[in-house]
């Protein structure tokens, strides 16, 4: 009896130390409080990047190209485009402000632009975030969250802080966005899948090589 | 004094503004027009590559791919779009088929009528009907071995995705080396054909979904 309340206990001390008690991750690997934070080394001014992307939403399938670009220090723009060469949207992202440039008509609908705002700003806001607040290493990987408001979103990298390796967002009950993603370097991805859980709605996305 | 010569200045000068640099515009449309006549009536296929550039004003890039062009009389179209990303567009009457790196999908194109809008710029296009198109005004300019169209949107729908587009024809025999489509954002996209071959067989099999 004793020794599992002081098995608890420990469990819920190790837990006040790295803030994250509430999520989902376990600490069952944990090795302690001090973990360096990985997506510090992620640089402000990311070089241009090109993706095919395919988005599915329910039985809806789109497709097209999407480009992000700084255009200063902490200030990306993320322009998507049919293959043929027309504009669906162009958002700006700065720090945590948010402009939407210009959207297609069918497409401005204020879900789609939070949805797309939230996904996208995935990828590339943890830039701007700062230090993180919930540190832990589970299963070799470092976890680096950032909570907002009822939220918590996860940066996973590798043991070595040499790449991220998935993003999850999740309220108190449940993860509700994954997004696996591949690449080596502190730039955006070669490849990433973002996925929604609670209903249909993936966007895959492939670098392209111009 | 000087303002009526200012004034007069301004008036000469409104014309030129209005027409693109490098051409004038035609006083005997009359010409030009039974020429594009005869070629379109002459035309029965045409096997082209494109190289298409996606140019984002605001940011002041572009992004550049390559394919190849096909086109039977009178409503089939294959564009394969094979750098830096496979994509591939086939219409073929008012059926349409679309193969990205996820999946293949037909559909009819009046069930999207941007589709439908775009298709129908496409064709005319490049089987040389655009200036009977009646969803836009025209404009016919001549430069240095070239003719040049000016399609101004008359509907409000078509105003949303274009502001204008520019159709390059050559002046020896009226093929369509180019098209350029504005959109009202600054972004445009221009399609240029090289190693054309006109009225060469092609397998009905082309036009079919793969």
Known sequence: ?210 | MRNSLLFLLMFNTLPLLAQPVGFRKVENETAFRSGMQKAAAELQSIRADFIQEKVLSMLDDKVVSKGIFLFAKESKLRMEYTSPFEYLMIINGDKVTIRDRQKTNTFSSRSNRLFTIINNIILDCVRGTVLQNKDFKSEIFSGNKKYLIKLTPVKSELKDYFSHLHVYIDMTDFAVQQFDMFEPNGDYTSIRFSNRKDNVEISPAEFTAP
Not at chain 1, 11 to 36: H, I
């Open chain 1, 1 to 210: 009896m004793w020794k599992f309340l002081r098995q608890n206990l420990l469990l819920l001390s190790t837990c006040v130390v790295v803030s994250a008690c509430a999520s989902s991750p376990v600490l069952e690997d944990s090795t302690g409080p001090v973990v360096s934070s990985c997506i510090q080394h992620y640089p402000d001014m990311l070089p241009k990047t090109v993706y095919h992307a395919s988005v599915d939403a329910g039985k809806r399938h789109l497709s097209g190209i999407l480009i992000f670009k700084n255009t200063a220090p902490n200030i990306t723009r993320a322009v998507f485009t049919s293959e043929t060469g027309l504009t669906f949207f162009d958002f700006e992202f700065s720090g945590n402000q948010f402009r939407v440039v210009s959207i297609m008509k069918n497409l401005n609908r204020k879900p789609v632009i939070k949805t797309l705002r939230n996904d996208i700003g995935l990828l590339i806001r943890f830039r701007n975030r700062g230090t993180s607040t919930l540190r832990m290493i589970k299963d070799h990987q470092i976890w680096e969250g950032f909570e907002e408001r009822k939220n918590t979103t996860w940066y996973v990298s590798d043991s070595l802080c040499t790449s991220l390796q998935s993003i999850q967002m999740e309220s108190k009950r449940k993860t509700y966005i994954h997004i696996d993603w591949w690449g080596t370097g502190f730039i955006l991805p070669d490849s990433a899948i973002i996925r929604h859980l609670s209903y249909p709605f993936t966007i895959h996305l492939k670098k392209l090589t111009e």
